[in-house]
């Protein structure tokens, strides 16, 4: 089972950022400048260079102000950045976070790799076939739900904030589910192997009212039915590091902006990463058609199983 979704080219800065900008204090942070744009410096080591999606893969130190030390793409600002940079490179570059986006400038190569040893930081989820963690959500009913309960079906993911203006970013992640739910409502036999779920980053904000309230716009009133096969959840502040750790979603708050990556992921029935879109470049056609292949194999394997047993 692949894992990445097929490498796209277009509009590859805009894949990975949404950011809630509100009416800051001046130069509250660290290379502010009128415009809302901030400035950081990064210091790290390459681990993918991915020019299809022109982007850098960084194991990079703390950066003071933004980001703890962890591994995690960037978009460039320039394809042409990418040309002289390898695994192992050891670099520093100014990350620049504005009002939509956030991408790497001004690289510099301080140290080469000596191309014996390849960097030894993943981004997680690391490889394919990954085996998610049984993490703990609440979801819109205020029901405390786990990853194990959703076992036996393909499930659709995606992280959300409720609050996101941007509509390239959050509302466009649930116009897509609530287009891939209308689908699923026409397959009866797929409908019944799958399940969607929004996840929510904001605990403070995304109460499960707030989340029942958000959803009415995107998922049709069933009366008790209605969060059967589409629910909205959001992680617990002591949980959300692991669960954005892990598939690899990054998110920031800072006097009362909120930065993201989108990331999109299929869970196999058996519990594992089946394949994962970044960004907002995905179809729901696309994703439609991955989840029935996930639940397709599921039931094939079960079946498989099934014949040969004594």
């Keep these: 089972m692949n894992r990445s979704a097929k ?3 277009r ?34 080591t390459v681990v993918q260079v991915d020019k299809a999606q022109n982007r850098l893969v960084v194991d990079h130190k703390e950066i003071p102000g933004f980001m703890a030390a962890m591994a ?45 040893s390849a ?5 997680t989820p690391s490889g394919q076939n990954q085996p998610v963690p049984d993490f ?28 996101c203006p941007l509509p390239d970013y959050c509302p466009l992640m649930s116009h897509n589910f609530a287009e891939i739910e209308k689908q699923l409502v026409n397959s009866p036999d797929v409908y019944a192997k799958t399940h969607l779920l929004s996840i929510s980053f904001d605990s403070a904000y995304d109460t499960p009212k707030v989340l029942r309230n958000y959803a009415k716009a995107f998922i049709a009133d069933r009366g008790p039915r209605t969060f059967a096969h589409w629910e909205f959840a959001t992680i617990p502040a002591a949980e959300k590091s692991k669960v954005t750790s892990f598939f690899n979603v990054f998110v920031t708050q800072e006097q009362g902006q909120i930065t993201h990556s989108l990331d999109t992921a299929i ?22 058609a991955d989840l029935k292949s996930c639940a397709a194999d599921a039931t094939q394997s079960s079946q498989i199983s099934q014949s040969l047993r004594p």
């Excluded at 739900?145 to 959703?150: G, K, L, N, S, T």
């Excluded at 196999?268 to 994703?287: C, F, H, L, M, Q």
């Design 7 to 9: 490498p796209r080219t």
């Design 119 to 123: 960097p030894g930081a993943q981004v």
């Design 72 to 116: 995690m793409p960037y978009p460039v600002a320039t394809a042409q950045s990418l040309d002289q940079l390898s695994p192992g490179d050891q670099i520093t570059a100014d990350v620049v976070v504005t009002p939509g986006e956030i991408h790497l400038e001004n690289i510099v190569v301080v140290k080469k790799s000596d191309g014996k």
């Design 136 to 163: 703990a959500l609440v979801n819109q009913d205020g029901k405390r739900v786990h990853f194990a309960e959703y076992r036996g079906k393909a499930v659709l993911l995606t992280f959300i904030y409720t609050r």
């Design 11 to 44: 509009n590859t800065r805009s894949l990975f950022i949404a950011a809630l900008v509100l009416t800051l204090a001046a130069a509250a942070c660290q290379g502010r400048n009128a415009n809302g744009v901030r400035r950081y410096h990064l210091q790290g």
């Design 267 to 288: 869970i196999s029935p058996d519990g594992r990463i089946y394949k994962t879109y970044n960004g907002n470049e995905w179809k729901p056609a696309d994703v439609l």
